[in-house]
């Protein structure tokens, strides 16, 4: 039995090796963006969207100060927010009649 040895074809060999090449090349690109764009969603979820405790902390004892309340309830002194006590001044009869003055 006689076997013919032959040269591998070079094209070929040269072709199915830059194909290949190509395709590991992308997959690579593509599990890479896969990847990147996963850590940018976990990074918005875990990171960006949280509110620190401290900071909502902070934010609940603010409005808390910003609600109306007495501070000497028998000399009629209340603690409110800027805007509700321009509210009432402007809409007094006489802004500018000295506190207490009726």
């Known amino acids: 039995m006689?076997?013919?040895e032959s040269d591998p074809d070079a094209f070929q060999t040269?072709?199915?090796g830059a194909v290949g090449t190509i395709l590991v090349?992308?997959?690579v690109f593509?599990?890479?963006g896969l990847y990147e764009r996963r850590q940018r969603f976990e990074f918005q979820r875990k990171i960006v969207s949280q509110t620190p405790r401290d900071l909502r902390e902070a934010?609940?004892?603010q409005l808390e100060r910003f609600q109306p309340r007495w501070i000497d309830k028998d000399a009629g002194i209340v603690a409110?927010?800027?805007e509700r006590a321009m509210e009432l001044v402007a809409a007094s009869q006489d802004p500018a009649a000295p506190v207490g003055a009726k």
């Open 80 to 82: 409110l927010p800027i």
């Open 59 to 61: 934010r609940a004892a």
């Open 14 to 16: 040269l072709f199915i």
């Open 25 to 27: 090349v992308v997959a």
């Open 30 to 32: 593509v599990i890479q």
């Open 2 to 4: 006689h076997v013919e």
